[in-house]
């Protein structure tokens, strides 16, 4: 599809078995990527690791919380000593929680952002320094269509706000350092099939699937098509951007 022979790819929230980040990072890996697999999940980590390279791809995992500035330098760093370079970031690490704004606690919202927009800076500022250095860099955001409609799948309001900044933080960022090589764009995925839609009562489902005009979830390789795709030589000139990965589920 396209050529991420000699690049470095850094995949945060990747170590998840069922997750997005995996298919992410297979994706990566069979474009000819050296993929870091970047999780607090030790044996996630180990395990993606092992597909990757099961599929004759590489990969190093290291273990990180993006919660944490340290322990995200400590990562940029490793890479840096091992590989010299980052050419792109997937900001995939994220957290949700299933809870009105009547019950939520102050604690959960703290929470929320603290994964889903605090890490996803610290990750984006610790890695912009060596893009900047290369005059390259592709970063690419894990929003959700919940943080363009408010919700509606999964997840609280915490959840869909901790969405939305994603995409006001990616513009603003665009703005300032586009015109150094480095594009920042965002997907927004809807319901895909995940543990997260397997979670759901069948009921729930049935009505998030009439809301869906293709008629089922997405899967994780429809996302990662769109992610490689961004994070591409070939998507040079967009940056800033948003794409809809939802089955016409919300459409602007
Ligand atoms: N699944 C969906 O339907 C869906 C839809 C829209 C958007 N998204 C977004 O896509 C991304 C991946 O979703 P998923 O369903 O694959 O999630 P997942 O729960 O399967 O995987 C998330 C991974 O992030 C890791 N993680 C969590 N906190 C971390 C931290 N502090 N530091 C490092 N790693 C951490 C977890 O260990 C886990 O491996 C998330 O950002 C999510 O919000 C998912």
């Keep these: 599809m396209f050529e991420f022979q000699d690049q470095v790819v850094i995949v945060t929230g990747s170590g ?18 050296t993929v870091i697999i970047a999780d607090m999940n030790e044996e996630g980590i180990k395990d993606t690791v092992a597909v990757i390279e099961g599929e004759g791809g590489k990969a190093m995992g290291i273990t990180v919380n993006v919660t944490s500035p340290e322990s995200v330098q400590q990562m940029v760093d490793t890479v840096m000593e091992k590989y010299g370079r980052i050419d792109v970031l997937v900001n995939n690490a994220g957290i949700s929680q299933k809870v009105t704004v009547e019950d939520m606690k102050l604690e959960d919202m703290r929470r929320i952002f603290e994964v889903n927009m605090f890490g996803l800076f610290l990750c984006t500022q610790a890695c912009m320094k060596p893009m900047r250095a290369a005059k390259y860099g592709r970063i690419v955001n894990l929003s959700s269509v919940s943080g363009k409609r408010g919700g509606g799948v ?12 994603v995409l006001a933080f990616s513009k603003n960022l665009s703005r300032e350092i586009s015109a150094e090589g480095i594009t920042i764009n965002s997907v ?20 998030v699937i009439d809301g869906i005009p293709m008629g089922r979830p997405g899967e994780t390789q429809e996302v990662a098509n769109a992610i490689v795709f961004l994070a591409s030589k070939e998507a040079s000139y967009i940056t800033g951007e948003e794409i809809d990965i939802n089955g016409g589920s919300h459409m602007d």
């Design 16 to 33: 998840s078995p069922k997750g997005i980040g995996r298919t992410i990072a297979r994706t990566f890996a069979k474009q000819g990527a």
């Design 154 to 165: 999964f997840g609280g309001a915490h959840y869909s706000a901790s969405k939305a900044a």
């Design 188 to 207: 927004c995925p809807g319901l895909i099939n995940t543990e997260i839609w397997k979670s759901l009562p069948k009921e729930d489902a049935d009505k």
